[in-house]
């Protein structure tokens, strides 16, 4: 009787050792902010984030608080900015970042992080394009620029999703690997919410992309705008693939 509880208690400490290393394959802080449009999401998304951290064993944390993405990130593989940006962070948080980029560790930009009213260049540059303005929610057909990228894997070569559809200034064309693009023929691209039409990008018009960027790598992906996404298995996979790569690096074939 002794050998087998003593058999049980060895079995019961290997597993928690097993789970506490794996869930330490690497570390995901996600930084979010109260905002006017996207506030709603924060709870789909902290309870999407908990669920992906379980099924693919890693650690998450999450903040609202500048303070504390300062005080947690040294200790983080991966930051994800999900509709937040650095408008809120001070110098000195923002120098945390900066740290974090240096060493070589990983950004994800999640939709409205690349909508900052503050121009900061070196953030805009990690993020990869400035939004500019977008038309009303619509769905609209995406192609699939690389399809061995992580984020990419599991969708077809065209794929239909429904979303606002950024615009975008100061894009980092040149530098950025595009990973999913919008056909602006299969919207309305002008349907602002006036009666003045927009312009839209053209027959070139990304919406995801990956960076190595000042040391490290930036993932950015302009999809999650409603509740629902973060209920979406599809747009969750497309998300964690971007944080898989952030943390792991290049994919070697």
């Known amino acids: 009787m002794k050998s087998r509880i003593l058999q049980f208690t ?3 400490i290997l597993t928690f050792n097993h789970m506490a290393f794996a869930q330490d394959q690497f570390k995901v802080l996600l930084f979010t902010v109260q905002d006017t449009w996207h506030y709603e999401c924060i709870p789909n998304a902290v309870d999407a984030f908990h669920k ?3 099924e693919h064993q890693f650690k998450f944390d999450w903040t ?6 300062a005080e947690k990130l040294p200790s983080y593989d ?14 000195e948080q923002l120098e945390v970042l900066k740290a974090h980029i240096h ?3 990983g950004f994800v930009g999640v939709h409205s992080t690349s909508d900052s009213e503050v121009r900061n260049p070196w953030f805009d540059n990690l993020v990869g394009g400035v939004f500019k303005d977008h038309p009303q929610f619509q769905a609209a057909v995406l192609t699939n620029h690389d399809a061995n990228f992580p984020s990419n894997l599991h969708l077809p070569e065209k794929w239909l999703w429904s979303e606002e559809w950024y615009n975008f200034k100061l894009l980092k064309s040149e530098d950025v690997n595009v990973l999913l693009s919008v056909d602006e023929n299969t919207y309305d691209y002008k ?3 006036n009666e003045i039409p927009l312009e839209g990008m053209g027959k070139n018009h ?3 992309w990956y960076q190595l960027y000042d040391g490290g790598r930036s993932f950015y992906t302009t999809l999650g705008h ?8 599809t747009y969750i996979d497309h998300l964690f693939g971007g944080i898989y790569w952030a943390a792991k690096g290049e994919i070697k074939e």
């Open 10 to 12: 060895c079995f019961i």
């Open 52 to 54: 992906m951290a379980a």
């Open 64 to 69: 609202q608080s500048p303070e504390g993405l």
């Open 78 to 91: 991966v930051v994800v900015f999900l509709n937040a940006n650095a408008d809120n962070l001070t110098d």
């Open 103 to 105: 060493k070589g560790k």
């Open 191 to 193: 349907k602002g919410y």
């Open 206 to 208: 990304p919406i995801a």
């Open 226 to 233: 409603k509740p629902e996404a973060f209920q979406n298995q």
